[in-house]
């Protein structure tokens, strides 16, 4: 069954705790993205990465890292500094730069 | 800088009757323009693209675009609306460049009514 899975569904965070959140995808595609989801805000695009080991900031990527080690796999990481991390995180995928992309079914993080 | 509008937080419409979702958008060159649905707490799903050809683009679930180059609109329409429909609308732009990202809208609640 080909997707994109993200996890955990729901994730809790301490202050000053860097928390990761997890994204596979099987559809042997190049391109995966990381975007932030407010409420009224619509979209905003965390980071991107192209082909593994490379990555690239959006426009939103301070506080947030990322890796590429893996074509399937891009995980992110909220750290310390992002001081407002309360959101839904979508993850996506696309064939390559710029085609359609296809998106995970989220997870939503929390700040205890 | 390319951008797309939204100018509807919300749409309502009754069951049955045709339902436009509006759709503008500002981008160097020729767009790429994408429709995307998302229900509650999950991620979205892919409903349409335009790239080039016919300005009338049908995809999933019965949906419909019409791209319109001279009012730079990109809207989404559906014949009859169904109770199902109820979601929150993205449209996204990005230029005909190999490696532009997407820009989203902001998104436009459909609400249809039995």
């Known amino acids: 069954d080909g997707g994109i899975t993200q996890s955990p569904k729901y994730l809790f965070r301490k202050e000053g705790q860097n928390v990761t959140l997890s994204c596979e995808q099987n559809?042997?595609?190049?391109?995966m993205y990381w975007y932030r989801q407010d409420p009224g805000q619509g979209l905003r695009l965390i980071y991107y990465?192209?082909?593994?080991?490379?990555?690239q900031k959006g426009d939103i990527a301070e506080g947030y890292s990322v890796s590429r080690e893996k074509k399937e796999s891009f995980p992110l990481t909220v750290t310390s500094a992002q001081k407002n991390p309360t959101a839904f995180y979508l993850c996506?995928?696309?064939?390559?730069?710029?085609?359609?992309?296809?998106f995970g079914p989220g997870t939503r993080l929390l700040v205890l | 800088a390319q951008s797309v509008a939204q100018p509807e937080d919300q749409v309502n419409v009754a069951e049955g009757n045709p339902l436009t979702v509006k759709c503008t958008y500002s981008?160097?060159?020729?767009?790429?323009l994408f429709w995307y649905v998302q229900y509650p707490n999950r991620g979205l799903q892919f409903l349409l693209k335009?790239?080039?050809?016919?300005?009338l683009v049908k995809g999933s679930y019965g949906f419909e675009a019409e791209f319109n180059k001279s009012q730079t609109s990109f809207h989404l329409k559906k014949p009859s609306a169904l109770v199902s429909d109820s979601a929150l609308y993205f449209c996204?732009?990005?230029?005909?460049?190999?490696?532009?990202?997407?820009?989203f809208g902001k998104g436009t609640m459909l609400l249809v009514s039995p």
């Open positions: 996204a732009v990005r230029d005909n460049s190999g490696y532009s990202t997407l820009t």
């Open positions: 996506a995928s696309s064939r390559g730069m710029g085609e359609t992309q296809y």
């Open positions: 335009y790239i080039t050809g016919d300005n």
């Open positions: 559809l042997n595609h190049d391109a």
């Open positions: 981008v160097s060159g020729n767009p790429y």
């Open positions: 990465s192209q082909i593994v080991n490379d990555f």
